[in-house]
């Protein structure tokens, strides 16, 4: 909680009003304000900033993982994550960390896809995947295989870790885009 | 103002405190060195005119 009560804050909100609640997410970055008036009104902007802000739960595509990313190609802004997953804790934690407030807005750039982790299989052969869970973002427009990793987040990662780590990709793209 | 200032710190705390035992008033810079480090919310409440006054 801040209580901007100078102008060099105000200047830093960007404040146009008194009185006015201003929400930030993780990485400072505006998503909500509104001036109040009431205690009631107060109360209205925290709770309507708590539901935008919010966990959120991953829409997995369906159908196997090498069709999720052929049907992806042609898509220049988002990337596919191949989510290679176990039935254990780990593979749970990764799951929860993507679903998490903070990296919930890149939901939007991501075709999610769940495959199930099987050392022997030709999944995880394609991609050397040894371990679960194991996180590969997939640059769908690029054809060739090995180019068309942009990264990749093995074993169980804290929160902040999940955080850089897609942020770093999406810069990555958003660079190469611009090229 | 000031009435406002004070309504504004007894909802914050009292609403907010109910979800998040850590509530605390910090500056602005604090509160975004620490959202860095877990993705938790700031919420600021403005109470000064962006000219400054109050």
């Not at chain 1, 105000?10 to 929400?23: E, P, Y």
């Not at chain 1, 107060?42 to 802000?53: F, M, N, S």
């Not at chain 1, 427009?141 to 093995?154: F, G, P, R, Y």
Request: proline share 2%.
């Amino acid at each position: 909680m801040v209580r901007c009560a100078d102008k060099a804050t105000s200047d830093k909100v960007k404040s146009d009003a008194i009185s006015t609640m201003i929400f930030f997410d993780g990485d400072g970055k505006e998503y909500y304000r509104k001036v109040v008036s009431t205690l009631d009104s107060i109360d209205g902007a925290y709770q309507k900033a708590t539901e935008l802000y919010t966990r959120k739960l991953i829409s997995w595509a369906s159908g196997e993982a090498s069709d999720v990313v052929s049907q992806a190609r042609g898509d220049r802004k988002r990337l596919v994550a191949l989510t290679f997953l176990d039935d254990k804790k780990d593979s749970e934690a990764l799951v929860s960390a993507l679903e998490d407030r903070w990296v919930a807005k890149y939901q939007d750039r991501l075709v999610y896809t769940k495959v199930a982790f099987d050392r022997a299989s030709e999944m995880c052969k394609k991609y050397n995947v040894t371990s679960a869970p194991t996180l590969l973002l997939i640059n769908p427009s690029e054809e060739d295989q090995k180019k068309s990793v942009v990264d990749t987040l093995a074993a169980k990662k804290e929160l902040v870790s999940v955080h850089a780590f897609l942020v770093k990709a999406f810069d990555k793209l958003d660079k190469a885009s611009k090229k | 103002m000031k009435k406002i200032s004070i309504l504004a710190l007894l909802a914050l705390c009292g609403t907010a405190a109910a979800r998040d035992s850590n509530v605390r008033w910090m500056k602005f810079d604090e509160a975004l060195s620490r959202a860095s480090t877990n993705g938790q919310p700031i919420a600021v409440f403005v109470a000064v005119n962006p000219n400054g006054s109050s």
